[in-house]
């Protein structure tokens, strides 16, 4: 089994160290930072871990070719490899409409402008084979001059069943946002009909259940903790996930409307149970049990993804020392 944190990129530097340094105690595998507009820039946050930190493997989710070209992505990924020591990973994404949109940014042709970055990404960080078409403006001089010293695994964020086949096709390995977790069946499946379809092995393919999680002793307090996540990102989830979780965008419309005339805390009131259960809310045992479902149906990386709890560092001891060592027992005791 393979576990990974996820935790987003407005977290100051001194709590992200720290965070990271915890995770990488507890014998997580991976620790991925986000780089949504208007934040810290993970890049520079992930700089600061490499130093930080020995083992665990680093990632950026995501990058997207729009507001970065892809060629620059390419940059900094190979620059990241060097100074982890080969520890990065590279997720790569279309991102949020509603989000490019804050800074201007029209996103056309997402499925086929993200497959071309995945593409070119792989070819200019070491990839062995390629996969997908290049496009007309890459040619001879269209090459890294610091060559990867080991190739970069290309991850795509993905959660419409076209663009996880497309990941299955092309990348290293796919971040499936689940909303809620036990849509995590249908994504792999998605993912390994398009690797099928490429000539693939699912084994060359890392494909974690990607999952919001909110715990801690304090269930109240878990439960705002993930309504005022729900509440922000409520505008920008898939439409075809929510009606797969009985939602639509418009049952967030009341809850962005607040969001922008109240604030965060007043639209996280107006989270109902449908809308909680988009992510895994409670105590250690709450967590554990729907944890070993998604194993059950096929897991084989369960990612903690934010708001992870009430208190973070709380949330990330907890994780630590009371999930993961009772996974762990499962599958040394044949349970998993």
Not at 72 to 78: D, F, H, L, P
Not at 85 to 93: D, E, H, M, N, S
Not at 149 to 171: N, Q
Not at 290 to 312: I, V, Y
Request: aromatic fraction near 6%; charged fraction near 20%; glycine fraction near 10%.
């Amino acid at each position: 089994m393979t576990y990974s944190l996820r935790v987003n990129n407005d977290l100051d530097v001194a709590t992200l160290v720290d965070l990271a340094q915890r995770a990488e105690r507890y014998g997580f595998d991976q620790l991925w930072v986000s780089n949504d507009l208007f934040l810290r820039s993970a890049p520079v946050l992930l700089g600061v871990l490499a130093a930080k930190t020995e083992r665990i493997k680093l990632g950026v989710g995501i990058m997207n070719p729009y507001s970065v070209h892809v060629a620059e992505i390419a940059m900094m990924a190979v620059t990241m490899q060097e100074a982890t020591g080969g520890r990065f990973l590279l997720g790569v994404a279309a991102g949020s409409a509603e989000f490019l949109a804050w800074a201007g940014i029209d996103r056309p042709r997402p499925l086929a402008r993200t497959a071309e970055t995945v593409t070119v990404a792989r070819v200019l960080l070491g990839a062995d084979e390629v996969r997908g078409p290049l496009p007309d403006w890459f040619g001879p001089l269209s090459k890294l001059r610091v060559p990867p010293v080991l190739p970069v695994p290309v991850y795509v964020g993905a959660m419409s069943p076209k663009m996880l086949e497309m990941a299955g096709r092309l990348a290293d390995g796919v971040l499936p946002l689940l909303y809620p977790p036990e849509h995590f069946p249908n994504a792999r499946a998605q993912v390994l009909r398009g690797a099928e379809g490429a000539g693939r092995s699912p084994d060359e393919l890392d494909i974690p259940a990607c999952f919001w999680v909110s715990v801690g002793d304090d269930v109240a307090a878990a439960r705002l903790a993930m309504a005022a996540k729900i509440a922000y990102y409520g505008p920008s989830f898939a439409p075809y996930l929510l009606t797969r979780a009985g939602l639509a965008v418009e049952d967030f419309a009341p809850v962005t409307a607040v969001l922008e005339h109240e604030g965060l805390a007043a639209a996280a009131r107006l989270v109902d149970d449908r809308m909680l259960a988009l992510g895994i809310t409670g105590t250690v045992a709450e967590v554990v049990e729907r944890c070993r479902s998604l194993r059950a149906s096929g897991a084989t990386h369960l990612s903690f993804g934010p708001p992870l709890g009430p208190d973070l560092r709380q949330a990330v001891d907890m994780l630590g020392t009371e999930v993961l060592p009772v996974l762990a027992a499962d599958v040394a005791g044949g349970t998993g």
